[in-house]
């Protein structure tokens, strides 16, 4: 089992900066590929960013495509998500993932191929 606890969320004007961090607790945290989706308010959830187990290679939803950049540090089992030059459209709530199944992360990746979710954090971007 994993739990993940996110954190760092708040209230934020267009063009600022937030970086949220997921903790991570249970079995070893270096051992599965990581991610953050988001689900805006009446919306459904949809992915943000993951990062692989193996190599550290990432990939990101074009909607954040050099804006936001994920990040892991697994002596620390944390995983990190800085969000720069934020968007009044980024206002979500976020939620940091877990997937056993990935390995390498090479594409988008869909909510079935998650194994744990954290209970998520608000991010509100007022214009």
């Known amino acids: 089992q994993v739990q993940l606890v996110e954190s760092g969320g708040g209230l934020v004007q267009a063009g600022g900066s937030l970086r949220l961090s997921c903790a991570a607790s249970?079995?070893?945290?270096?051992?599965?590929?990581m991610g953050w989706f988001r689900q805006p308010p009446g919306k459904e959830r949809e992915f943000v960013a993951a990062?692989?187990?193996?190599?550290?290679?990432?990939y990101y939803a074009d909607s954040v495509k050099g804006r936001f950049t994920i990040s892991r540090d697994n002596a620390k089992n944390t995983l990190y998500l800085q969000m720069n030059s934020l968007k009044p459209e980024d206002t979500a709530v976020y939620y940091c993932?877990?997937?056993?199944?990935?390995?390498?992360?090479?594409?988008?990746?869909?909510?079935?191929?998650?194994?744990?979710w954290g209970k998520g954090t608000l991010v509100t971007v007022s214009s």
């Open positions: 249970g079995r070893t945290f270096s051992s599965y590929a």
């Open positions: 990062i692989s187990w193996i190599g550290g290679s990432t």
């Open positions: 993932a877990a997937s056993m199944k990935i390995v390498v992360v090479t594409t988008t990746l869909a909510e079935r191929d998650m194994d744990y």
